[in-house]
């Protein structure tokens, strides 16, 4: 049977304005509100509204029917791996929801406080925000559940406030990076069209040794003038094993959906027994994670009807010709991969956005030249997350401000104090620049 030859995408840079209308709003707003000294100034204006807008000068910018540019977009958000990305946020957002309801969030925090020695309060705040971070897939929660508590071990024992706090950061942009079930995570895998397990096991030998790294540097200059009391400590191991579970279930290869589904309910039926919540509870918990993925949620299924809309309309192969000129292999490759989510991160100050606008441009740059799709995942991954670590108007250091701030009455931080401190991040990004130029990484990987 013949098949009807489509017709050939021309490239075509304006296409790519809905895009850039999102950053202009997205980002205008913020440095305005921020220039008028309004907290949280780059959330004001909501991410989802911007991206609508944006959505709307694609549809008037593509031609034809109203109803052909509605299958256009239709064809380009019910896609498969975007559905997959949908359903994973729901659950991933369900089972934090009632992990922490449940108690296992400060249970897990309370483990790693009451194992870490004094002395060693800086490296060991780094070590429990990057196993929290890790297990629960979430930056944003991890600084919430922590930086009260470094702030309080910094003003206790003489520790420097700027240096605690930014060890904290970065432990939970570890745990955002390599975390199985985080967000950024499940957007670089899907895109990219590769297994969660296999680009950790990639981003693990990047990320892990710029751990040790900072680790060692917090040891040296973290160390304590005096011994904090840490105060009560308890904490059940029962309601620490749903995040063990997870997180090695989901080592071991076993589905994200079944190993999500399982934490969900394991987390349930360990609150239930401690008498921890009741049934009713637990419901409203699975309801409440649902609804607190709505941002990201319609973000994505927005973002990717509008991206196969411009793909539509030449931008995809506009991108494509421009970057074909920049790049003359792998490695150029991958700078041009690295380059593009930062630039993103920078605009829109959320490395999951970064990652799904980016992400099937990246797609087809790693085709084109050849470089592994673990490797276009991590370096998605790791790049956002390093641009989202340092820039001040970003969610994680605004949020550790305001967290600092209401701790200790009587002093004034602002994000800016912190990024010279958050010394993992910084030192992600020399290891996996390197990694670019000397892939170390993937010869470790390949000798296994």
């Not at 987390?267 to 409203?284: E, L, M, P, R, Y």
């Not at 602002?414 to 620049?433: G, I, Q, R």
């Amino acid at each position: 049977m013949n098949q009807e030859k489509l017709p050939e995408i021309k490239p075509k840079g304006s296409a790519l304005i809905p895009f850039l209308v999102f950053i202009i709003i997205y980002l205008g707003v913020g440095l305005i509100l921020q220039s008028q000294g309004v907290e949280m100034a780059f959330y004001q204006f909501p991410s989802v509204a911007a991206m609508f807008i944006a959505l709307i000068f694609a549809f008037f910018m593509t031609k034809g029917p109203f109803i052909e540019r509605f299958r256009i977009f239709s064809s380009g958000a019910a896609k498969t791996d975007i559905i997959m990305m949908l359903m994973i946020y729901l659950l991933a957002g369900a089972f934090s929801q009632v992990s922490a309801v449940m108690g296992g969030r400060d249970a897990t925090v309370n483990l790693g406080l009451s194992v870490v020695p004094v002395p060693f309060l800086a490296a060991g705040i780094f070590v429990i925000s990057a196993f929290m971070g890790t297990a629960t897939g979430t930056s944003m929660g991890t600084i919430g559940a922590i930086v009260p508590i470094a702030v309080g071990v910094a003003d206790k024992s003489g520790v420097s406030l700027p240096l605690i706090v930014g060890a904290c950061v970065g432990g939970a942009m570890f745990g955002d990076n390599l975390s199985m079930i985080s967000d950024t995570t499940i957007a670089a895998t899907t895109s990219q069209g590769c297994e969660m397990r296999d680009k950790f096991k990639m981003n693990f030998l990047i990320a892990v040794p710029a751990a040790l790294v900072t680790i060692v540097i917090l040891l040296i200059f973290g160390r304590p003038e005096t011994v904090a009391d840490m105060g009560d400590l308890s904490f059940n191991f029962l309601k620490v094993v749903p995040y063990l579970a997870v997180l090695i279930l989901a080592l071991c290869g076993i589905n994200v959906f079944i190993v999500l589904s399982g934490g969900i309910f394991l987390s349930g039926i360990i609150g239930i027994a401690t008498g921890s919540i009741n049934v009713f509870d637990f419901a409203q918990a699975i309801w409440d994670g649902f609804t607190g993925m709505n941002e990201v949620f319609f973000l994505t299924l927005f973002c990717a009807g509008m991206a196969e809309m411009i793909t539509y309309n030449g931008g995809l192969a506009w991108i494509i010709e421009k970057l074909r000129k920049m790049m003359k292999g792998k490695k150029s490759a991958q700078v041009g991969i690295a380059a593009l989510v930062s630039l993103t991160d920078l605009a829109t100050a959320n490395n999951t956005i970064a990652i799904v606008i980016t992400g099937k441009v990246a797609k087809d740059v790693s085709t084109e030249f050849g470089v592994d799709p673990r490797k276009s995942a991590s370096l998605l991954d790791i790049f956002s997350c390093v641009v989202q670590g340092v820039i001040p108007y970003g969610a994680q250091l605004l949020s550790a401000a305001a967290l600092t701030n209401a701790a200790i009455k009587g002093i004034s931080v602002s994000s800016l104090d912190f990024v010279p401190y958050v010394w993992y991040v910084w030192v992600l990004l020399v290891f996996a620049v390197i990694d670019i130029f000397v892939p170390y990484a993937d010869k470790a990987r390949k000798a296994k």
